[in-house]
């Protein structure tokens, strides 16, 4: 195989700059092009996610590409959700039962900025800035760019077109307006939309609130959540119907309304956001959305990977660290292929799309349970026993939770369909006063075992699994 092969890819966020670097490091001819300016000179968050949470299906491609250690440094760990209510009494419930397993918040500027740090330190790759890809012509393996500042348009072409270029992706965008083949796609908007706000810190720089947890306040049809920067800062996010309940979107249009909001139903973090109101109508309202699509690749010459090919919304945590493991499984296959364009990317697909289907899948299920369940007693109580199973049972018992998060040798559709079954088995022995949380533990686990195996066999039955 000619590893000299020439690799073009469209953008160079958290994926694209990660699948530069490591296909650099592999000795492909690589050139990225990205529409944005470069975010290492230029401030170009603007009301996106300043912040994610990393975990460890995205630390499985650090590790990859040799950076584990140098995104350590860009973490503060995250060991559980730490639950506001409405008189601003907090608890926290942990992600795990298990010491060592909790999520990060980490920069994500910062990342990425790393990332491409490291892929340009390889002379074979070549990163670009203020080249907006307009189309792709897939059979050509052609792309045409814009130059943002002089508005000249060039025509780049690549042995091999990979787009990681975002939910809004051009090179999606051409399959299916090329008609040259059958393609599918979906775009489902929640009726919610988001908004970035920010916590800033102390004066000496301390945090204002808890600095090793994801802050909930939980209010069921809208939520504000917050996660801890390194700097001593929070960036808080709310969620929010754009038109429905007797505080939206579209209704928050004065002062006075969004202090009379916060001040109802998020007092007590009102109380250390004196920059509330600039930051609310500076910052823009955008909205959440789920990508799917098929197929992702056209013959051996392109390839969509990332949110490009499954965008989701972000209530699992894991738009960021699917992204990487796109790479990670991408990796695996280009190795074990040589060079056979069309069948790594028929293999990829058909190795992947189940997976990241499932997240997509699991992530609009989180929404509900972070904004609403996660107040209620019953869901309290099986976390609660969920986190005494792990604790005793470390080697016997995973939640859902834990699964999809700190389990990446499992693909994220066994997670599901495991994790359902097993909360489904729990709920219904609450429920049912099968199981209480003072009862023997191995026996409790016994028991859910026992109800959560019922349950995928009769998922394996009706052809669900």
């Known amino acids: 195989m000619n590893k000299q092969q020439n690799i073009l890819i469209i953008g160079a966020g958290l994926c694209g700059s990660l699948l530069a670097l490591r296909l650099g490091q592999l000795g492909y001819r690589v050139s990225v092009y990205e529409m944005r300016p470069d975010l290492r000179k230029v401030d170009i968050s603007a009301g996106r996610s300043i912040n994610l949470a990393f975990s460890d299906r995205g630390n499985k491609a650090m590790k990859l590409v040799g950076l584990e250690e140098k995104v350590k440094s860009l973490c503060i760990p995250m060991y559980g959700r730490m639950i506001h209510d409405e008189h601003g009494n907090t608890f926290q419930s942990n992600y795990s039962g298990r010491e060592h397993e909790y999520i990060n918040s980490i920069s994500r500027g910062g990342l990425n ?6 892929a340009e330190k390889h002379e074979n790759v070549h990163i670009y800035f203020n080249r907006k890809c307009k189309s792709v012509d897939f059979e050509k393996t052609t792309a045409l760019f ?73 209010r069921g049809s809208f939520m504000l959540i917050a996660l801890p920067n390194l700097d001593g800062s929070f960036t808080v996010t709310l969620f929010l119907s754009y038109n429905e309940g007797e505080f939206n979107f579209n209704n928050l249009n004065t002062e006075e309304k969004v202090l009379e909001f916060f001040q109802k139903e998020f007092p007590d973090a009102l109380a250390i956001m004196p920059n509330l109101i600039e930051d609310f109508f500076e910052n823009p309202t955008a909205p959440l959305g789920t990508v799917k699509c098929s197929p992702w690749h056209y013959k051996g010459n392109t390839l969509l990977m990332g949110d490009a090919a499954h965008a989701i919304v972000p209530f699992y945590g894991q738009g960021m660290n699917a992204s990487f493991e796109d790479v990670v499984v991408f990796d695996t296959i280009l190795e074990k292929h040589k060079g056979d364009w069309e069948t790594i990317f028929k293999e990829y697909e058909k190795t992947r799309k189940k997976d990241t289907d499932a997240i997509a899948d699991l992530a609009i299920d989180n929404f509900h349970e972070m904004k609403d369940h996660v107040a209620h ?89």
């Open 146 to 218: 814009e130059d943002n500042e002089t508005k000249s348009q060039f025509i780049e072409d690549a042995d091999v077109i990979i787009a990681t270029d975002g939910a809004g992706s051009a090179m999606r965008k051409s399959y299916y307006l090329g008609k040259k083949f059958l393609f599918s796609f979906s775009q489902e908007y929640l009726t919610h939309g988001y908004k970035e706000l920010t916590i800033l810190p102390k004066e000496n720089g301390d945090y204002k609130a808890f600095k090793n947890a994801l802050h909930i306040w939980p």
């Open 113 to 118: 900025a790393l990332l491409l740090d490291e």
């Open 377 to 465: 007693p019953i869901f309290q109580e099986k976390r609660k026993l969920e986190m005494a199973l792990e604790k005793t049972f470390p080697n016997e018992y995973s939640s859902k939770y834990s699964l999809v998060t700190f389990n990446e040798d499992i693909g994220y559709r066994e997670a599901m369909l495991r994790g359902r079954a097993q909360d489904k088995a729990i709920l219904n022995l609450l429920n049912d006063k099968k199981i209480d949380l003072n009862d023997d533990l191995k026996i409790i686990l016994n028991n859910v075992k026992k109800e959560t195996e019922a349950i995928l066999e009769d998922d394996r039955i009706a052809g669900l699994k």
